[in-house]
């Protein structure tokens, strides 16, 4: 078990997930965090005055090496990342991670880390699994054969297998978590790399204030999903940490809507029903998804497990207060910054 005095490494720092796992390790009392990201401080969805933050681009191998320099776990959460309609369009970049985490590995190994975690993705799942609206449950033998979702996926794939060689060669200690569509406050809500939840937050918000009553749904409607709060995500992220699950393993919650149920409920609480209009050409992802958690339920007798209505709520509010202050005259962005 790690020692709260000890050097923790976050990358991805100042996105969502990663900012959230920094902001956890300080409520439990971790002194040493460093957080990196290569987004100007300004830009970071959380920033903490007492946490080492460093804007550099891990996709150079120097910059990884200043980022893991005395790092006993490392979490390697940096990647370039967003829905559909980002990973679709930008294949080539979401590939380009590979340079993160291969580098991130390697400096792992030279500055003699203690542990390195890897977010992968349910995109990493084989597509012909997938092609059913009934929310196949994905166990984890299904990556393989392997036929992940173009670009992104196959990055994350290709990682997981790094991230096993390294601990099969070198004797790094990888632990590896599928994540499933995760999502909560300080997340991104805006600007085309958010998520279904987010998405239709903002757009139920935007009707709801402008008095059009109208939503567009990218798809059919019918596509199923599982989303997961994000104190499920990093409460999961540290048990896969300290346990001893060699192989990728789902992270991700059980409870599979389809889109137009995501929106009824998203209606509900806004208080309000939309007309939906269906924009068939855009992007939409596989038919059917859902998390098994067979696995993780055996190895930690535990699984993600908060109800999409409570997370939904939570969102929805935050979303909704930033809107309104980005209304208010904030240009652009808007961010809070804490500090201590
Ligand atoms: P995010 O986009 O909010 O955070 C990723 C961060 O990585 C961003 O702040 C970005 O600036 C940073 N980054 C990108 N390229 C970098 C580089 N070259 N150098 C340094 N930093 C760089 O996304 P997130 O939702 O917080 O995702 C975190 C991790 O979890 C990612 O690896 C993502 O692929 C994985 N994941 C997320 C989800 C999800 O639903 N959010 C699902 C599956 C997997």
Not at 136 to 148: G, I, M, R, V
Not at 286 to 294: A, E, P
Request: charged share 25%; glycine share 10%.
């Amino acid at each position: 078990m790690p020692n709260t005095n000890d050097l923790v490494l976050v990358t991805g720092g100042g996105g969502f997930i990663g900012g959230a796992l920094v902001a956890s390790f300080r409520k439990q009392g971790y002194r040493n965090i460093r957080a990196v990201d290569i987004k100007p401080f300004d830009h970071w969805y959380q920033r903490f005055d007492d946490v080492e933050n460093l804007s550099l681009d891990l996709n150079e191998k120097l910059n990884c090496e200043v980022a893991a320099r005395g790092a006993k776990d490392i979490y390697n959460l940096a990647a370039n990342m967003g829905g559909m309609g980002f990973i679709e369009k930008n294949k080539a970049l979401c590939m380009l991670s590979v340079l993160i985490n291969t580098h991130m590995l390697q400096a792992a190994v030279k500055h003699g880390a203690n542990r390195f975690f890897y977010a992968s993705s349910a995109c990493v799942y084989n597509g012909d699994r997938q092609k059913s609206f009934e929310a196949p449950s994905l166990k984890e033998e299904d990556a393989y054969p392997a036929l992940a979702e173009d670009g992104y996926g196959w990055e994350k794939l290709f990682s997981e297998r790094m991230c096993r060689h390294f601990r099969e060669d070198y004797g790094l200690y990888t632990r590896v978590a599928r994540f499933h569509n995760v999502y909560g406050p300080w997340g991104t809500w805006f600007g085309g790399r958010e998520k279904a939840p987010a998405a239709i937050s903002r757009k139920v918000i935007e009707a709801k204030l402008a008095g059009k009553h109208e939503i567009e749904i990218w798809g059919t409607g019918h596509q199923t999903r599982s989303f997961m709060y994000i104190d499920d995500c990093l409460n999961g992220i540290q048990k896969i940490m300290n346990s001893d699950i060699l192989e990728p393993i789902n992270l991700g919650s059980s409870e599979a809507v389809s889109i137009n149920q995501l929106v009824d409920m998203v209606e509900g609480i806004a208080g309000i029903r939309l007309e939906r209009k269906y924009d068939l050409t855009a992007p939409q992802g596989v038919n059917g998804r859902n998390s098994d958690n067979t696995l993780i339920q055996k190895c930690l007798g535990w699984e993600p497990n908060i109800p999409l209505q409570t997370g939904m709520e939570k969102t929805y509010a935050w979303i909704y207060d930033q809107y309104l202050a980005r209304e208010k005259g904030a240009a652009g962005v808007v961010r809070e910054f804490v500090t201590t």
